[in-house]
C-alpha cells in the first residue's frame, strides 16, 4: 500500500475536520501517501483528488463543517457509478480509502467493496450517533451541547411568559440527541421516533404542569407526530392549548467541535489508517469504552442502536 485518501460524505458533522487531519497525519508517519477526495461520492467518480499534507491540515483541528466539502451522490447509487468511481481511484494509483459518514456513506461503501474489490473502511461522522458499534459518533457531543445552549436560552423566555415550548431536535430516525438534551435541559416531556406516546398522554402530562406554567417539550424530527410544528398544531385543534414551536435545524450541525469530539474524531482517524495498513476492509472504525472496535459495514445499519432504558427511566422520573 502507497496511497491512501479520505472522504467525507452526507451530512456534514463537527469533527470531521479533526478527523481528515488525523488520517492525513498519520498515513504521512507511516509512510503514506494521503488524498483528499473533494465532494464526496460524487468527487470520487469525477476523479476530484487532492494531495494533502501536514501543512494542509493545520489550524483544521477546531474547525466545523469539512475541508473536502460532502454531497449527496445519486449517480454512486448505481452500479455503473460506482464502476466508474472505482476506475477514478485506480487511475489514480489509490490503494484504499477512509469513508467518513452516517448510514448511507457505509452502504456506499459495502458495495464499493463487494462489486470492485476497493479496500475501505468506514468511520462513523454523524451527529444522530444511530450506527451500531460505536458508543458515539463524530459529532454527536458538539450537537448536543449547541442544542443544550439555545435550549437555555429558549427556557428563559418560557419562564417569563409561562407558556409551553415545544423544540424539536434533528436525528432522522433515532431519538439519542433528543433523550440526551432533554433529560439536561430539564424538559417536561420528551417525544422520540423510539417510544412515541399518543397525544392524549403529552396533553395530560401538560395539564398536571398547568396550561400557563412553562413547560419544554423536546421533539425528536423522526417521529410519529410529524416534528414541531404539527404536534404543535394537534394540540391546538383537539385540545385548545397554544405552544410556540422552535425547530433547531442545521444549527446542531455547525461551530466548532467540543474536546470531547475532537479526541474521538482523532483517534478514529489513527485506526483507520492502522486498520487499513493491517489489510481490514468493509469495517466500521468505532470506540466502544475507549477501545477500538470493528463492526462489518452492513451491521452497522442492520442492527439497531437502541436507546439505553435506563435514559428512559431516568427521563419520566426527572420530568
Given amino acids: 500500500m502507497q496511497k491512501i485518501a479520505v472522504l467525507t460524505s452526507g451530512g456534514d458533522a463537527p469533527g470531521m ?11 504521512i508517519d507511516r509512510d503514506l501517501e494521503c488524498y483528499g477526495i ?46 466508474k468511481a472505482a476506475e477514478k481511484l485506480r487511475s489514480a494509483g489509490i490503494d484504499a480509502v477512509v469513508a467518513c459518514g452516517g448510514d448511507g456513506t457505509f452502504h456506499g461503501a459495502h458495495y464499493l467493496h463487494i462489486e470492485q474489490g476497493i479496500q475501505i473502511v468506514g468511520t462513523p461522522g454523524t451527529i444522530d450517533n444511530d450506527l451500531y458499534g460505536t458508543y458515539y459518533t463524530i459529532g454527536f457531543d458538539t450537537a448536543i451541547n449547541t442544542a443544550a445552549e439555545a435550549i437555555d436560552r429558549i427556557r428563559d423566555t418560557a ?37 412515541d406516546a399518543p397525544i392524549e398522554a403529552l396533553y395530560k402530562k401538560i395539564l398536571e404542569m398547568g396550561k400557563n406554567t412553562r413547560q419544554i417539550v423536546i421533539i425528536g424530527e423522526g417521529g410519529s407526530y410529524g416534528g414541531a410544528t404539527h404536534l404543535s398544531e394537534l394540540l391546538k385543534e383537539e385540545y385548545s392549548l397554544d405552544s410556540k414551536v422552535t425547530v433547531l435545524g442545521h444549527i446542531q450541525r455547525g461551530g466548532s467541535p467540543t474536546v470531547k469530539d475532537r479526541v474521538l474524531a482523532s483517534h478514529l482517524g489513527m485506526a483507520a489508517v492502522d486498520a487499513l495498513i493491517s489489510g481490514k476492509t468493509d469495517v466500521m472504525i468505532g470506540r466502544i469504552y475507549h477501545e477500538i472496535t470493528y463492526t462489518p459495514l452492513p451491521a452497522t445499519w442492520s442492527n439497531k442502536k437502541v436507546i439505553q432504558p435506563y435514559l428512559t427511566h431516568l427521563s419520566d422520573l426527572l420530568a
Avoid: W
Fill in 159 to 195: 419562564d417569563s411568559h409561562g407558556r409551553v415550548f415545544i423544540i424539536e431536535v434533528m436525528g432522522r430516525h433515532a431519538g439519542h440527541i433528543a433523550m440526551d438534551v432533554g433529560i439536561a435541559c430539564g424538559a417536561e416531556y420528551i417525544a422520540v421516533p423510539e417510544r
Fill in 38 to 83: 473533494i465532494g464526496g461520492y460524487q468527487g470520487m467518480i469525477e476523479g476530484n483528488f487532492v494531495p494533502l499534507t501536514r501543512k494542509d491540515t493545520v489550524n483544521l483541528i477546531s474547525m466545523g463543517g469539512t475541508i473536502l466539502k460532502t454531497s449527496r451522490s445519486e449517480a454512486f447509487r448505481t452500479t455503473e457509478g460506482r464502476a
Fill in 17 to 27: 475536520n479533526a478527523h481528515i487531519r488525523a488520517v492525513v497525519r498519520t498515513a
